[in-house]
């Protein structure tokens, strides 16, 4: 069966650091990946999904960038943290056109 | 730009009520999924509708879909507390991606 790992699960950062988010899946091979982040309790807003490794495409202008190293590894960066980045990150993974799954998330909190 | 619009956004009903949460979006779209989400956790896949009049049911929950009026609703029988979380209807772009609603947050009280 397949998998979803990311991590970590909180993370509480300084404005100005840098931010590493990994996520991988398992029991799959070629996935659709994404980011997503919630603010609030609210919304997702879809940050970076990839159909292939280094095939990304950005969603939305921001301070953060995604990689894709492997075939079932996503990576999500920053090289330095502003307050609006604090939030809910999701990492999902789908094959094409089916049901989206999701990572347990990782909290950040930018101070 | 696809919109995705949920309505509620709060409801707080009681138990052994019925209710209805809508979800409606604003292109042409043959993918309407439904997730729950518990406060402070992931979310969890309830339903997957992929085609005109599709219905689906799971317990106390019921989705269907109606994309010639780009309608989804989400109907809640004999609510139970168990059933307090946020509801999120997702639809489906090109690509895979996804388009949230802001999501409904049930609460059911005894």
């Known amino acids: 069966s397949q998998t979803i790992h990311q991590w970590p699960a909180t993370l509480v950062q300084p404005v100005g650091s840098p931010l590493s988010l990994e996520c991988t899946v398992e029991?799959?091979?070629?996935?659709?990946l994404y980011w997503y982040r919630q603010a609030a309790g609210r919304g997702l807003q879809l940050l970076f999904y990839?159909?292939?490794?280094?095939?990304i495409s950005s969603e939305v202008p921001q301070n953060l960038s995604a990689s894709r190293p492997q075939d079932r590894q996503f990576i999500l960066s920053s090289k330095k943290l502003l307050l609006s980045d604090s939030g809910f990150y999701l990492c999902a993974w789908a094959q094409t056109g089916v049901v989206l799954h999701f990572g347990n998330g990782t909290r950040l909190t930018v101070t | 730009e696809l919109k995705v619009e949920q309505n509620p956004l709060f409801l707080s009903m009681q138990e052994g009520k019925n209710y209805t949460i809508y979800c409606n979006y604003s292109?042409?779209?043959?993918?309407l999924y439904w997730y729950r989400q518990d406060p402070g956790k992931s979310l969890e896949s309830l339903f997957v509708?992929?085609?005109?009049?599709a219905v689906k049911q799971e317990g106390r929950l019921m989705a269907s879909l109606d994309t010639k009026a780009r309608l989804s609703t989400l109907h809640i029988t004999a609510a139970v507390h168990d059933l307090s979380a946020t509801y999120f209807c997702a639809v489906g772009t090109s690509g895979s991606r996804l388009t949230f609603g802001e999501g409904t947050q049930l609460t059911v009280n005894p």
């Open positions: 509708l992929l085609s005109n009049g």
């Open positions: 990839s159909i292939g490794i280094d095939q």
């Open positions: 292109t042409t779209s043959d993918r």
């Open positions: 029991g799959t091979s070629n996935p659709n």
